[in-house]
């Protein structure tokens, strides 16, 4: 049962003060106490007079015109309601007080009174709408606004915005310094738009929100490409249908500036977002499959097999060739190639999102041409080592607990990079 009181309970309220029920029934019938019942009534009740009755409050104030009231001042021209020396409400004997007594003590309201239509003196009145709408207007004020003290948002500004400035995102700063900085990642979001601390929107990895992406139609020609066939998105849907315990990796390239030559091979695994950085020396098709050979002579072609058992990736030339990709050198097979529809790349969303963090450390039109494998592998170092919500803020790191898993980072030579120390800017790799 929520603790604040509804504008049904509030209608029921007024309902049953009208009809002159105790607040021990009322609260009965609610399931609140009688002391919240008398609170509401009371902080929620609206009086016809809004006049100070700490003043004259005499009922017949405005219209009269008595004089000469005090013996002593029996040449006053003034009239007595306007005289600073005396009171006249305690020498007046037509003296009739505005304020109702009742309304001192329960219902503390007119509602249901038998003389209220009769009734010259102030009235005060509960209503279940007004209350509410009252209600609302306070909570608002009262969640809204900085309610943290001065020395805590320094000490929250202290913390996360050296780790901001790395290009780390608020929620892997949660990961790790959620006890110390003490308020919602909503909260911290609400100050930094605010501008209460050193860094702005503008230092955020990610201040807006992806709009939801349109179904795209493919019309493919009656003719499908010869590498398509039995590799389709709708084939990969079936066969991981019926292999629902193989893991799938996406596969796909990030390119530099133009004329650079280099290009970056990416790996994603679907159950853990952990990426693999391999450098191309050009994206042909040979480049690629020097990448699959060298991995399965590192890792043996049973163990490769376990780790890369359905790869999806998009139409580009370099992954056109899919049976040399499929099968090692000795004519075993050691994965199978799927295709996502062209210009679908949203269908291997995972790869694709990942390579925002990677364009945060080399952005659009940065040449690849001084890159090095070790730039590779320490992008990727830091790129797992950043916490992901949708894994309860774990690193990809934490996710690759399996043998197949630990012989693979070791022999690319990844390691997990402490939480405070991950950067996701450009200035990673300058030298």
């Given at each position: 049962m929520t603790r604040h009181l509804s504008l049904t309970d509030r209608a029921l309220i007024e309902r049953f003060v009208a009809q002159d029920f105790s607040f021990s029934y009322i609260a009965r019938r609610l399931h609140r106490s009688p002391a919240t019942i008398s609170r509401e009534i009371k902080i929620h009740r609206c009086?016809?007079?809004?006049?100070?009755?700490s003043s004259n409050d005499c009922i017949n104030y405005r219209n009269c015109l008595k004089q000469n009231l005090c013996s002593t001042k029996s040449l006053c021209s003034s009239r007595c309601k306007?005289?600073?020396?005396?009171?006249?409400?305690?020498?007046?004997?037509?003296?009739?007080?505005?304020?109702?007594?009742?309304?001192?003590?329960?219902?503390?309201?007119?509602?249901?009174?038998?003389?209220?239509?009769?009734?010259?003196?102030?009235?005060?009145?509960?209503?279940?709408?007004?209350?509410?709408?009252?209600?609302?207007?306070?909570?608002?004020?009262?969640?809204?606004?900085?309610?943290?003290?001065?020395?805590?948002?320094?000490?929250?500004?202290?913390?996360?915005?050296?780790?901001?400035?790395?290009?780390?995102?608020?929620?892997?700063?949660?990961?790790?310094?959620?006890?110390?900085?003490?308020?919602?990642?909503?909260?911290?979001?609400?100050?930094?738009?605010?501008?209460?601390?050193?860094?702005?929107?503008?230092?955020?990895?990610?201040?807006?929100?992806?709009?939801?992406?349109?179904?795209?139609?493919?019309v493919l020609t009656h003719l499908e490409y010869k590498f398509r066939r039995g590799r389709t998105i709708e084939d990969f849907q079936v066969f991981t249908e019926t292999n629902p315990d193989f893991p799938i990796v996406e596969m796909d390239t990030v390119k530099g500036a133009?004329?650079?030559?280099?290009?970056?091979?990416?790996?994603?695994?679907?159950?853990?977002?952990?990426?693999?950085?391999?450098?191309?020396?050009?994206?042909?098709?040979?480049?690629?499959e020097g990448v699959f050979d060298w991995l399965t002579n590192q890792l043996g072609n049973e163990t490769f097999k376990k780790i890369f058992p359905v790869i999806l990736t998009d139409n580009g030339v370099e992954f056109k060739n899919p049976h040399y990709?499929?099968?090692?050198?000795?004519g075993?097979?050691?994965?199978?190639?799927?295709?996502?529809?062209?210009?679908?790349?949203?269908?291997?969303?995972?790869?694709?999102?990942?390579h925002v963090l990677i364009r945060r450390i080399l952005p659009k039109g940065t040449s690849f041409q001084f890159l090095t494998q070790e730039d590779a592998n320490l992008i990727a170092c830091h790129i797992n080592s950043f916490a992901r919500e949708i894994f309860g803020n774990k690193t990809p790191f934490e996710l690759m607990n399996k043998p197949e898993h630990k012989k693979l980072l070791d022999v690319l030579g990844l390691h997990q990079i402490p939480h405070d120390e991950v950067c996701l800017k450009p200035k990673l790799l300058k030298r």
């Open positions: 009086f016809t007079d809004k006049g100070d009755w306007f005289c600073t020396s005396t009171d006249c409400k305690s020498i007046c004997s037509s003296y009739i007080s505005k304020h109702c007594d009742k309304l001192e003590k329960p219902p503390y309201v007119c509602n249901g009174c038998e003389k209220e239509h009769n009734c010259k003196l102030v009235h005060a009145y509960y209503s279940a709408n007004r209350a509410h709408d009252i209600y609302k207007r306070e909570l608002k004020e009262s969640r809204s606004g900085i309610r943290t003290s001065v020395e805590d948002l320094e000490r929250i500004d202290d913390l996360i915005s050296p780790l901001i400035k790395k290009g780390q995102s608020i929620n892997h700063i949660f990961a790790s310094h959620a006890e110390e900085i003490g308020v919602s990642e909503k909260t911290l979001y609400t100050y930094i738009n605010n501008n209460v601390f050193l860094i702005r929107n503008m230092d955020l990895p990610k201040k807006v929100k992806y709009r939801s992406r349109r179904k795209k139609t493919t133009r004329g650079s030559g280099k290009v970056l091979l990416t790996f994603i695994f679907r159950e853990s977002n952990f990426m693999l950085i391999f450098l191309l020396k050009d994206g042909t098709q040979e480049s690629v990709l499929e099968f090692s050198s000795a075993i097979r050691r994965t199978r190639i799927f295709y996502c529809d062209p210009q679908a790349s949203w269908q291997k969303a995972h790869v694709e999102k990942n």
